[in-house]
């Protein structure tokens, strides 16, 4: 019976692979990863995941930033059409956006910049929601949800051939 390779020398053994496997051509990969499998007694895929994934420590500390696609502005003139739309739901206010804009434009009730106009016509429902989510909580700051009531169709006594 074989001797297993200690954790430690597992852990080496990957450090050490990982750095070539990464900048292997296809052949050398499938050879260092039989070679691998053989020595460290793991399961291919396993083996694959541990040679392909750079560690935690290994890791360049660079933090995920997404870049805010919708400035203030747009946010700022998104609730002014909101409000002029009469609170309507996101995806009614989608699709009267153009026209509202057009209208507020005219009768000067909006000034927008070029950029921030073609953002505000171009935005989805979806982001609409996610902007206009904390004004929401502000204009009903006691509004409850609704409780399920029980159906009326349980409430009526009816009568079934079996009856």
């Known amino acids: 019976m074989a001797k297993k390779t200690s954790k430690n020398t597992r852990n080496e053994l990957i450090k050490i692979l990982r750095k070539r496997y990464v900048v292997a051509?296809?052949?050398?990969k499938t050879r260092i990863l039989d070679e691998f499998v053989v020595v460290a007694e793991y399961h291919r895929k396993h083996a694959v995941r541990l040679l392909g994934?750079?560690?935690?420590s290994e890791k360049p500390n660079k933090s995920i930033t997404?870049?805010?696609?919708?400035?203030?502005a747009v946010k700022q003139a998104l609730i002014i059409s909101w409000?002029?739309?009469d609170r309507i739901c996101s995806k009614r206010l989608k699709a009267l956006m153009p026209d509202l804009i057009d209208s507020m434009e005219y009768h000067k009730h909006l000034e927008l910049n070029p950029?921030?106009?073609?953002?505000l016509l171009k935005i989805s429902a979806a982001s609409i929601d996610r902007l206009l989510s904390e004004i929401r909580k502000k204009a009903h700051p006691?509004?409850?949800?609704r409780?399920?009531?029980?159906?009326?169709?349980?409430?009526?006594?009816?009568?079934?051939f079996a009856d």
């Open 66 to 72: 997404s870049k805010r696609i919708y400035t203030e």
């Open 115 to 119: 950029e921030v106009r073609q953002r």
């Open 147 to 160: 409780k399920s009531s029980k159906k009326v169709s349980s409430q009526v006594p009816m009568h079934t």
């Open 83 to 85: 409000e002029a739309s």
């Open 25 to 28: 051509s296809k052949k050398e």
């Open 53 to 56: 994934n750079q560690s935690d």
């Open 142 to 145: 006691h509004k409850k949800k």
